[in-house]
T-cell receptor
Framework: AQSVTQLGSHVSVSEGALVLLRCNYS??????LFWYVQYPNQGLQLLLK??????LVKGINGFEAEFKKSETSFHLTKPSAHMSDAAEYFC?????????????FGSGTQLTVLP | KAGVTQTPRYLIKTRGQQVTLSCSPI?????VSWYQQTPGQGLQFLFE???????NKGNFPGRFSGRQFSNSRSEMNVSTLELGDSALYLC??????????FGPGTRLTVL
């Protein structure tokens, strides 16, 4: 069974500092991996996805993530945090095209950006 | 293109009642999935429909059901509501590729 672990339920960074949100997955087959962001009282917005092409994936709003098979990780980074990045971030995995419509989510990381 | 829409956005019910939530996918998307989000359990998969057929189901009791219409719109129904059913219910649509696009959700409160 696939699963996702997000280390750190709360992360605080200063404005302009590096953002690093950690995600580790387990999957019996090569996975599809996603990062979503959720702002208060809203749904989930796709930040980026990995689907077995380039291991370094660039997304919206300056975020990127690197797929590392040996570490079963898909950490999300952004070089310089902005106040508008404050939100909850979810890592998710699906096991491939056949079951791609069922996402398994991590527990989420609440990002706080300090002025 | 318009995004995924969900109605209503907020709903208050009492225990024992039933509720129906609606989801309209992005135009051209034939797959609709439903998720429940609670502070305690996080985001959990309920079920997925494609061309009016349920293809996949999560680990929820039979009180949770759904259906999809020929225009790909979907509804989910929860019967005999319990306090623990209070949650944000999210709908997501897909074009048949790997990416799911989410709606704003319906916030259900059970009193």
């Amino acid at each position: 069974a696939q699963s996702v672990t997000q280390l750190g339920s709360h992360v605080s960074v200063s404005e302009g500092a590096l953002v690093l949100l950690r995600c580790n997955y387990s999957s019996s087959v090569p996975p599809y991996l996603f990062w979503y962001v959720q702002y208060p009282n809203q749904g989930l917005q796709l930040l980026l996805k990995y689907t077995s092409a380039a291991t370094l994936v660039k997304g919206i709003n300056g975020f990127e993530a690197e797929f590392k098979k040996s570490e079963t990780s898909f950490h999300l980074t952004k070089p310089s945090a902005h106040m508008s990045d404050a939100a909850e971030y979810f890592c998710a995995v699906s096991e491939g095209p056949g079951s791609a419509r069922q996402l398994t989510f991590g527990s989420g990381t609440q990002l706080t950006v300090l002025p | 293109k318009a995004g995924v829409t969900q109605t209503p956005r907020y709903l208050i019910k009492t225990r024992g009642q039933q509720v129906t939530l609606s989801c309209s996918p992005i135009s051209g998307h034939r797959s609709v999935s439903w998720y429940q989000q609670t502070p305690g359990q996080g985001l959990q998969f309920l079920f997925e429909y494609f061309s009016e057929t349920q293809r996949n189901k999560g680990n929820f009791p039979g009180r949770f059901s759904g259906r999809q219409f020929s225009n790909s719109r979907s509804e989910m129904n929860v019967s005999t509501l319990e306090l623990g059913d209070s949650a944000l219910y999210l709908c997501a649509s897909s074009q048949g590729t790997d990416t799911q696009y989410f709606g704003p959700g319906t916030r259900l409160t059970v009193l």
